[in-house]
C-alpha cells in the first residue's frame, strides 16, 4: 500500500454536475471514514457524500489512479479533509497495511466501507474464463471484505468510544437471495451472497459496540450499466417499481442514512436498493412481456 499524489487541479466537467458541491447538513462532522474502491462509480459518490456530511475521508483504490486521484479532486473541491491510499485487495499483508494506515492517520476509524468489488463486466477481464472470473470475484469481493472486516472491526473494539457507535458497511446484491440466469447469476449470486452472510455474522459479533449492516443494490448504472445493450437496459427498467436504472447517488444516499446517528438502531440489516424489485418467473416472461 502507498500513499500517491493528488494534483490540486480541479476538473471543472465533474465540479459543476449536479448535486456534487451542495452544502446540506453535516451530520458526520468530524467522523473518520474510509471507502475502498473510490475510484469511480458507487465508491466515489459514496467517499463525496460522506465528505458532504461532514466526514474526514480516506479513499482507497489499486489500479485506477486516474480515477481516485479524480475523486480526490472533487473531496478537496468541497474542503474535505482526505487522504488517498493504494491497496492490493488480493494480498493479505496489503489489507492489514491499509488498515493499520488508515487508523493511524488520525487514531480512529468511525465508518469503513467495503465498496471495492472486481470489474468481470467489462475490460479484458470480460473475456476471461469463468473459473478466473470467480476466482477474482472470490479474492477481492469475499475474501478482502471479511479481511478487512474482521481486521476493521477489531480496531473499532479496541479504539476509545466516540459520540456515536463505528459503522462498517458491506456491499451484497439483491438478486443473490432469488438467482438470476447465466454466467453472471452463477458469478455473482453465490460471492455476493458469501458477503451478506458473512455481513449479519459479524453483525452478531460485534454488537453492541459496532454495527454492520449491508447494501444490496439491484440495476445501478456504473460503467457496465451506461454501455449495455437494448435488452439489459429494458431488464433494468422493467424490473424496477420506479422504472429507471439506479445512480450510483443512490446508493452513497443509502450508505449516509446508514452510517449516521439516525441509523443507530439499525444492525445486521440487509438493505436492498432497487427502487422496488418487479418480480418476474424467469427471462422467458420477461421477453415475453418486453419483445426482448
Known amino acids: 500500500m502507498s500513499d500517491i499524489?493528488?494534483?490540486?487541479?480541479?476538473?471543472?466537467?465533474?465540479?459543476?454536475?449536479?448535486?456534487?458541491?451542495?452544502?446540506?447538513?453535516?451530520?458526520?462532522?468530524?467522523?473518520?471514514?474510509?471507502?475502498?474502491?473510490?475510484?469511480?462509480?458507487?465508491g466515489r459518490?459514496?467517499?463525496?457524500e460522506l465528505g458532504r456530511r461532514g466526514a474526514n475521508v480516506i479513499i482507497h483504490g489499486n489500479r485506477n489512479l486516474e480515477g481516485l486521484q479524480q475523486t480526490s479532486r472533487l473531496l478537496m473541491a468541497q474542503r474535505v479533509s482526505t487522504q488517498v491510499v493504494t491497496a492490493d485487495l488480493t494480498r493479505h499483508d496489503s489489507c492489514l497495511e491499509?488498515?493499520?494506515?488508515?487508523?493511524?492517520w488520525q487514531q480512529r476509524i468511525d465508518i469503513w466501507v467495503n465498496?471495492?468489488?472486481?470489474?468481470?463486466?467489462?475490460?479484458?477481464?470480460?473475456?476471461?474464463?469463468?473459473?478466473?472470473?470467480?476466482?477474482?470475484?472470490?479474492?477481492?469481493?469475499?475474501?478482502?471484505?471479511?479481511?478487512?472486516?474482521?481486521?476493521?472491526?477489531?480496531?473499532m473494539l479496541e479504539q476509545p468510544p466516540g459520540n456515536a457507535r463505528p459503522v462498517i458497511i458491506n456491499i451484497g446484491w439483491?438478486?443473490?437471495?432469488d438467482g438470476i440466469e447465466g454466467d453472471a447469476g452463477m458469478l455473482f449470486g453465490p460471492t455476493k451472497a458469501a458477503v451478506m452472510a458473512f455481513?449479519?455474522?459479524?453483525?452478531?459479533s460485534l454488537a453492541p459496540d459496532v454495527r454492520v449492516n449491508c447494501i444490496a443494490p439491484g440495476w445501478i448504472k456504473t460503467k457496465w450499466g451506461a454501455e449495455s445493450s437494448d435488452y439489459?437496459?429494458?431488464?433494468?427498467?422493467?424490473?424496477?417499481?420506479?422504472?429507471?436504472?439506479?445512480?450510483?447517488?443512490?446508493?452513497?444516499?443509502?450508505?449516509?442514512?446508514?452510517?449516521?446517528?439516525?441509523?443507530?438502531?439499525?444492525?445486521g440489516v440487509i438493505l436492498p436498493i432497487n427502487g422496488g424489485q418487479r418480480c418476474y418467473a424467469d427471462s422467458k416472461t420477461l421477453r415475453a412481456t418486453t419483445g426482448h
Open 174 to 177: 439483491d438478486q443473490a437471495i
Open 98 to 104: 491499509l488498515v493499520n494506515s488508515t487508523y493511524h
Open 115 to 155: 465498496n471495492a468489488g472486481a470489474d468481470i463486466l467489462t475490460g479484458s477481464v470480460a473475456k476471461a474464463p469463468f473459473h478466473d472470473k470467480l476466482d477474482l470475484l472470490w479474492n477481492v469481493d469475499v475474501r478482502a471484505t471479511i479481511t478487512l472486516g474482521r481486521m476493521v472491526g477489531s480496531r
Open 199 to 204: 455481513s449479519q455474522a459479524l453483525a452478531q
Open 232 to 267: 439489459w437496459n429494458t431488464r433494468a427498467h422493467r424490473e424496477s417499481l420506479s422504472n429507471r436504472w439506479g445512480e450510483a447517488d443512490d446508493i452513497a444516499a443509502a450508505i449516509g442514512f446508514l452510517v449516521s446517528s439516525q441509523a443507530d438502531f439499525l444492525n
Open 45 to 48: 459518490a459514496t467517499a463525496l
Open 5 to 42: 499524489p493528488v494534483s490540486p487541479n480541479m476538473d471543472s466537467k465533474y465540479l459543476n454536475a449536479p448535486n456534487r458541491n451542495r452544502l446540506g447538513h453535516r451530520d458526520l462532522q468530524g467522523k473518520v471514514a474510509v471507502v475502498t474502491g473510490a475510484s469511480s462509480g458507487i
